[in-house]
């Protein structure tokens, strides 16, 4: 697989399926955007949703293991499969900024990646 080449189901039609499954009980929807806002609820809309019995002091360990920082340390996602050592290069799981694409792309981006949107989901 080539670097920026993802296979399976592109994004934007996992989109639409969720989309189309919105409101159906096996269906929760969760935005990376609302965790980094309130990462407890996140945890507590989740142990709802299935109906699973957790301390309050389970959901803080939970809530401090999941901190970002926390997380990309741990992240077997960074990890070499077969050293378990951390990568070097790019990073599965980066910085965990939301907004932080304004820092990467500039206006000319911005618009050519608005106009890509529009047209796949007009697909």
Not at 17 to 24: A, F, K, P, V
Request: negative net charge; charged residues 35%; glycine residues 6%.
């Amino acid at each position: 697989c080539s670097l920026g080449v993802v296979s399976g189901p592109s994004y934007f039609a996992m989109l639409k399926s969720q989309y189309l499954r919105m409101g159906h009980p096996n269906m929760l929807v969760l935005w990376y955007e609302n965790m980094k806002k309130d990462q407890r609820k996140m945890i507590q809309d989740i142990k709802n949703h299935i109906k699973y019995d957790i301390s309050e002091e389970q959901i803080d360990a939970l809530t401090e293991f999941m901190k970002f920082e926390n997380y990309q340390k741990s992240s077997s996602m960074n990890k070499d499969r077969d050293t378990g050592k951390e990568t070097e290069g790019i990073k599965f799981v980066r910085k965990g900024i939301v907004g932080d694409s304004k820092n990467h792309f500039d206006d000319d981006m911005v618009r050519d990646w608005d106009e890509w949107i529009v047209e796949e989901f007009k697909k």
